[in-house]
Protein backbone atom coordinates (compact mmCIF):
# COMPACT_ATOMS: atom_id res chain seq x y z
CA UNK A 1 0.00 0.00 0.00
CA UNK A 2 1.39 3.02 -1.03
CA UNK A 3 0.57 6.30 0.64
CA UNK A 4 0.46 9.88 -1.00
CA UNK A 5 -0.33 13.05 0.63
CA UNK A 6 -0.30 16.32 -1.22
CA UNK A 7 0.38 19.75 -0.61
CA UNK A 8 0.09 23.44 -2.72
CA UNK A 9 -2.28 24.47 -5.15
CA UNK A 10 -5.09 27.85 -4.25
CA UNK A 11 -6.00 30.44 -6.26
CA UNK A 12 -3.94 32.34 -9.16
CA UNK A 13 -4.34 34.49 -11.93
CA UNK A 14 -4.41 33.55 -14.90
CA UNK A 15 -0.40 33.59 -16.54
CA UNK A 16 0.86 33.02 -12.58
CA UNK A 17 2.59 30.05 -11.45
CA UNK A 18 1.77 27.03 -8.63
CA UNK A 19 3.68 24.38 -7.30
CA UNK A 20 2.16 21.19 -6.26
CA UNK A 21 3.91 18.36 -3.97
CA UNK A 22 3.32 14.96 -3.42
CA UNK A 23 5.15 13.03 -0.33
CA UNK A 24 5.09 9.13 -1.52
CA UNK A 25 5.56 6.39 1.26
CA UNK A 26 7.16 4.27 -1.20
CA UNK A 27 9.32 4.91 -4.92
CA UNK A 28 7.01 4.03 -7.52
CA UNK A 29 5.96 5.11 -11.16
CA UNK A 30 3.89 8.60 -10.86
CA UNK A 31 1.64 10.94 -11.87
CA UNK A 32 -0.68 13.96 -12.07
CA UNK A 33 -4.82 13.45 -12.90
CA UNK A 34 -6.81 16.32 -12.78
CA UNK A 35 -10.57 16.52 -12.65
CA UNK A 36 -11.65 19.62 -14.47
CA UNK A 37 -15.31 20.87 -13.74
CA UNK A 38 -17.72 19.69 -15.91
CA UNK A 39 -14.98 17.59 -17.36
CA UNK A 40 -13.66 14.05 -17.73
CA UNK A 41 -10.89 12.67 -15.31
CA UNK A 42 -7.62 14.10 -17.50
CA UNK A 43 -4.33 12.87 -17.24
CA UNK A 44 -1.66 15.40 -17.00
CA UNK A 45 1.63 14.25 -16.32
CA UNK A 46 4.08 11.51 -15.38
CA UNK A 47 7.43 10.28 -14.25
CA UNK A 48 9.30 7.28 -13.71
CA UNK A 49 10.12 5.51 -10.66
CA UNK A 50 13.97 6.99 -10.86
CA UNK A 51 13.10 10.05 -12.93
CA UNK A 52 14.50 8.37 -16.64
CA UNK A 53 11.30 9.55 -18.11
CA UNK A 54 8.85 11.67 -18.04
CA UNK A 55 5.48 12.48 -20.34
CA UNK A 56 3.13 15.31 -20.74
CA UNK A 57 -0.49 16.06 -21.79
CA UNK A 58 -0.41 17.97 -25.20
CA UNK A 59 -2.75 20.55 -23.02
CA UNK A 60 0.34 21.05 -20.50
CA UNK A 61 3.49 20.62 -22.52
CA UNK A 62 5.43 23.38 -22.54
CA UNK A 63 3.71 24.72 -19.11
CA UNK A 64 3.77 22.49 -16.46
CA UNK A 65 7.30 19.91 -15.32
CA UNK A 66 7.16 16.70 -13.47
CA UNK A 67 9.82 16.33 -11.31
CA UNK A 68 10.65 14.36 -8.00
CA UNK A 69 13.17 14.03 -5.23
CA UNK A 70 14.26 10.76 -5.20
CA UNK A 71 15.80 11.12 -2.17
CA UNK A 72 12.73 12.03 0.04
CA UNK A 73 10.34 10.05 -2.40
CA UNK A 74 8.47 13.68 -3.09
CA UNK A 75 6.75 14.62 -6.84
CA UNK A 76 6.37 18.05 -8.05
CA UNK A 77 4.29 19.59 -10.35
CA UNK A 78 5.71 23.31 -11.36
CA UNK A 79 2.98 24.71 -13.66
CA UNK A 80 3.68 28.21 -15.20
CA UNK A 81 1.58 30.22 -17.70
CA UNK A 82 -1.66 29.01 -16.03
CA UNK A 83 -5.04 29.07 -17.93
CA UNK A 84 -8.43 29.21 -16.74
CA UNK A 85 -8.70 26.16 -18.20
CA UNK A 86 -5.99 24.62 -16.20
CA UNK A 87 -8.50 24.69 -13.34
CA UNK A 88 -8.86 21.69 -11.66
CA UNK A 89 -9.00 19.41 -8.45
CA UNK A 90 -5.16 18.06 -9.04
CA UNK A 91 -4.29 14.02 -7.86
CA UNK A 92 -1.06 12.55 -7.56
CA UNK A 93 -0.93 9.07 -8.28
CA UNK A 94 1.22 6.27 -8.04
CA UNK A 95 1.30 2.66 -9.34
CA UNK A 96 3.34 -0.84 -9.52
CA UNK A 97 5.46 -0.74 -12.81
CA UNK A 98 6.12 0.83 -15.57
CA UNK A 99 4.47 4.43 -15.82
CA UNK A 100 1.74 5.01 -17.37
CA UNK A 101 0.44 7.82 -19.65
CA UNK A 102 -3.24 7.39 -18.37
CA UNK A 103 -5.48 7.47 -15.22
CA UNK A 104 -4.97 3.81 -14.57
CA UNK A 105 -2.98 4.21 -11.53
CA UNK A 106 -3.21 1.96 -8.45
CA UNK A 107 -2.72 4.60 -5.57
CA UNK A 108 -4.34 8.24 -5.20
CA UNK A 109 -3.58 11.41 -3.03
CA UNK A 110 -6.47 13.44 -1.15
CA UNK A 111 -6.53 15.56 -4.36
CA UNK A 112 -5.85 19.35 -4.04
CA UNK A 113 -8.19 22.34 -6.25
CA UNK A 114 -6.15 24.57 -8.56
CA UNK A 115 -8.14 27.31 -9.58
CA UNK A 116 -7.20 29.83 -12.15
CA UNK A 117 -9.14 32.91 -12.49
CA UNK A 118 -9.46 34.97 -16.08
Not at 23 to 31: I, V, Y
Not at 74 to 90: G, I
Request: glycine content about 10%.
Amino acid sequence: QVQLVQSGGGLVQAGGSLRLSCAASGRNAMAWVRHGPGKEREFAAAISRYAHSTYYADSVKGRFTIYRDNAYNTVYLQMNSLKPEDTAVYYCAAKTGEVAVTTEYDYWGQGTQVTVSS
